[in-house]
């Protein structure tokens, strides 16, 4: 079992709808991450986490610590939104390290 | 400013040869850790250093080997290369270490085995 679970893995949305994707993780951390993977490769820090929520224009990234569980939501959805969303973490048990865990990442598309 | 940069940004190697991977981190960024991403899956932490140091290594077999120079750029090297070592491969740099530490992301260097 993945120490990052993410959902769903796939999702096709209209322009406009609410979207929500999730992420569970099984171990300690100090915080969470979500980034956005556009085809090519190259990867955007979203947000960074460890407690509550945060807001960035139509992006909002909430975590329970002690459920041990994220979300990102995109209000008012647009196609430029279409691309891979991935969770990842800072475990406690990385000596130190900042070597994320990463999520396998949620395919997101959005159609006009 | 210019964001982390790698290079190249495509490579292709047959079985058994040995590669060289090159990051710059973000001005003034002293830590850069290497992750990767075969298709399909999410990153893999293989390294990270600062201040020319490691300081954290993944599960990855000592084919892998990586290091920081007095400019704060970094290289990933990787010898007896098998088929499966076909990757995107990550470089992130951030300003220090610590939880309150973003990384940045460069684009990345997907390398093709043969």
């Known amino acids: 079992k993945n120490e990052v679970e993410q959902s769903p893995q796939n999702l096709t949305a209209q322009e406009g709808e609410f979207i929500t994707i999730n992420c569970s993780y099984s171990v300690g951390i100090s915080a969470l991450h979500w980034l956005q993977q556009h085809p090519g490769g190259g990867i955007v820090s979203l947000f960074m986490?460890?407690?509550g929520k945060k807001k960035h224009g139509r992006l909002i990234a909430t975590i329970n610590i002690q459920e041990k569980h994220s979300s990102l939501h995109i209000t008012a959805s647009h196609p430029r939104d279409s691309a891979v969303y991935i969770c990842a973490v800072r475990p406690f048990s990385g000596g130190g390290a900042d070597g994320l865990t990463f999520g396998k990442g949620t395919h997101l598309i959005i159609q006009p | 400013d210019a964001g982390v940069t790698q290079s190249p940004t495509h490579l292709i190697k047959t079985r058994g040869q040995q590669v060289t991977l090159r990051c710059s981190p973000i001005?003034?960024?002293?830590?850069v850790s290497w992750y990767q991403q075969v298709l399909g899956q999410g990153p893999q932490f293989i390294f990270q250093?600062?201040?020319?140091?490691?300081?954290g290594r993944g599960n990855f077999p000592d084919r892998f080997s990586a290091r920081q120079f007095p400019n704060y750029s970094s290289e990933l090297n990787v010898n007896a290369l098998l088929l499966g070592d076909s990757a995107l491969y990550l470089c992130?740099?951030?300003?220090?270490?610590?939880?309150?530490?973003?990384?940045?992301f460069g684009d990345g260097t997907r390398l093709s085995i043969l």
């Open positions: 001005s003034g960024h002293k830590s």
């Open positions: 986490l460890s407690s």
């Open positions: 992130a740099s951030s300003e220090g270490t610590g939880v309150g530490q973003p990384q940045h």
């Open positions: 250093y600062y201040e020319k140091e490691e300081r």
